[in-house]
């Protein structure tokens, strides 16, 4: 495959940030003009103000984690959304339950990227085993596959006998959904005595891709393609033919932040996806995931031009409970802005004599008793807990995104 969606995913990247900065500003209006919750949130910003990522960062973000609450205070999407229920193509209830809400269009969870770069074509037929029924992967890949061209059988979930009759049956080229219920409809095929061959390439998400499964696909000569996304966001990045992380959508301005904070960390170091889409109905402004990621260096072999993630790395809450008391992300960052000495920390809870134990471990050029000694009451005055401070050299600390290290098993 060498070709591509659209000239969009080429484009320098000099280009593309100039102009989606250029777009940003009439977004940020908009939503502070039709989303309540925006309208508060951004009461005292200048959209004409936020015209490159540094001004971006100085904007609040919005949790995932706080989805649920905001919902149930100010029901049915917690005045996230721009536009009246009724005037939404689909609504969604995900676990929890968070609403999502679908907007009418083409495409409108950009997930046709995802397809194409995975081979889907107009004229393909491609068997969606995404959920259809309440939460939005279902209509989230078929709406993007009624894009590319593609027609769509919406198999859903379950049900795995039929589900291999029907590829036998229909002669699907494609699969689009989990990692590993693909596996499962090819080896009841199998079982039954099945022509299943017909699927030659697949597009999933929505969970581990392992390597039984990865060993079993390349086995028998499939293409396995991965995205990244969310419920509420959609396709966030995709993979390409290059195998070489996971290129950002277009449409999407991604962030990587230090977990617990907005503060974006220096390329190739772990931390949250953060992400801005341009949804007229739902505008999503500095969305914080909960997911961990990082940022490759350069650009994809394969041609496309935007940044890519390494891929899904963990979650990012680490909040703990030490003491019996909740220990969050955003204090040990708090900890640190408070001292801009240490460039890096990292919070190790422990257990020592029956008791829970908190060590700071701290990156810094330069060292010292009083130092130690006011990071020491920092620490205490911002967790209200005793803890004690070690320093290491810089660069020393792992690059996972971990902020909280709870080793107590």
């Given at each position: 495959m060498t070709d591509f969606y659209d000239d969009l995913e080429t484009r320098s990247s000099d280009r593309r940030e100039a102009e989606q900065f250029a777009a940003l500003p009439a977004h940020l209006h908009h939503a502070k003009d039709a989303a309540p919750y925006f309208r508060q949130l951004l009461a005292d910003i200048d959209p004409a103000s936020i015209h490159d990522r540094a001004s971006l960062a100085t904007l609040p973000v919005?949790?995932?984690a706080d989805l649920i609450a905001l919902q149930q205070a100010n029901p049915p999407f917690g005045g996230l959304a721009a536009v009246e229920i009724g005037r939404?193509?689909?609504?969604f209830a995900s676990p929890g339950p968070i609403h999502d809400p679908e907007p009418h269009g083409v495409d409108p969870w950009r997930s046709a990227r995802a397809l194409f770069a995975a081979g889907f074509r107009a004229g393909d037929l491609a068997h969606n085993c995404f959920a259809y029924h309440l939460t939005p992967a279902g209509s989230m890949f078929e709406t993007g596959a009624h894009a590319v061209g593609?027609?769509?059988?919406?198999?859903?979930?379950?049900?795995?006998?039929?589900?291999?009759?029907?590829v036998?049956?229909?002669?699907?080229?494609?699969?689009?959904g989990t990692p590993d219920f693909l596996k499962i409809i090819l080896e009841k095929g199998d079982a039954l005595g099945l022509d299943v061959s017909s699927i030659r390439i697949a597009a999933v998400s929505g969970g581990p891709y392992l390597p039984d499964a990865r060993a079993f696909y390349e086995a028998r000569g499939l293409e396995v393609y991965q995205s990244y996304g969310t419920a509420d966001l959609g396709i966030v990045a995709y993979e390409t033919e290059a195998r070489s992380g996971l290129v950002v959508n277009e449409g999407c301005i991604v962030e990587i932040v230090r977990p617990g904070t907005g503060d974006p960390v220096p390329d190739g170091e772990v931390?949250?996806?953060?992400?801005?889409?341009?949804?007229?109905?739902?505008?999503?402004?500095?969305?914080?995931t909960g997911d961990l990621s990082?940022?490759?260096?350069?650009?994809?072999?394969c041609g496309r031009t935007n940044m890519r993630l390494k891929g899904w790395m963990g979650r990012a809450d680490q909040t703990t409970k030490v003491k019996g008391m909740f220990v969050h992300p955003g204090q040990v960052a708090e900890v640190l802005r408070r001292h801009p000495q240490l460039s890096r920390g990292r919070l190790v809870v422990g257990r020592q004599d029956a008791s829970?134990?908190?060590?700071?471990?701290?990156?810094?050029e330069e060292t010292g008793d009083d130092l130690a000694a006011a990071i020491r009451e920092t620490l205490s005055s911002v967790t209200k807990l005793k803890g004690a401070v070690e320093f290491v050299p810089p660069g020393s600390l792992p690059n996972d995104g971990k902020v909280i290290d709870d080793t107590r098993g």
């Open positions: 919005t949790r995932k939404l193509a689909r609504v593609c027609a769509v059988i919406p198999a859903g979930t379950g049900n795995t006998e039929m589900q291999a009759q029907v036998a049956s229909l002669k699907p080229r494609g699969y689009i931390g949250e996806v953060v992400v801005t889409i341009f949804n007229p109905a739902y505008p999503l402004i500095r969305f914080a990082a940022v490759l260096p350069g650009t994809s072999p829970d134990t908190m060590t700071l471990r701290c990156e810094a």
